[in-house]
């Protein structure tokens, strides 16, 4: 399975943006998909994942509120919506899956990446 993440930019603060991760090779509703971001000097952070089965989602305590996951099956792809942004969400978002059906925070438990799109959020 191929990941594609794309729709960052810069925006300021309180603005909102969606970015995407489009799946190819395999249907989308097969894996539990995630999202995950990075900033300069930090390690990797989970910040959603939505399941493979039921569509559950989960967020990290600062994604909650602000940030939807979200799952389009006839486009195969997934979306992080966020809103009210801050500087601190500044990062490269990067889109994951995993075959497995369990609830995973962690970014080892994942075994597909994207290549990440920058998020950049100024004051």
């Known amino acids: 399975v191929q990941l594609q993440a794309s729709g960052g930019g810069l925006v300021q603060a309180g603005d909102s943006l969606r970015v995407s991760c489009a799946v190819s090779?395999?249907?989308?509703?097969?894996?539990?998909m995630g999202w995950f971001r990075q900033a300069p000097g930090n390690k990797r952070e989970f910040v959603a994942s939505i399941m493979r089965s039921g569509g559950r989602t989960y967020y990290a305590d600062f994604a909650k509120g602000r940030f939807t996951i979200s799952r389009d099956n006839a486009k195969n792809t997934v979306f992080l919506q966020m809103n009210s942004l801050k500087p601190e969400d500044t990062a490269v978002y990067y889109c994951?899956?995993?075959?497995?059906?369990?609830?995973?925070?962690?970014?080892?438990?994942?075994?597909?990446w994207g290549q990440g799109t920058l998020v950049t959020v100024s004051s």
């Open positions: 090779g395999r249907t989308v509703s097969s894996y539990t």
């Open positions: 994951a899956a995993t075959k497995s059906a369990g609830v995973y925070f962690a970014s080892y438990e994942y075994n597909y």
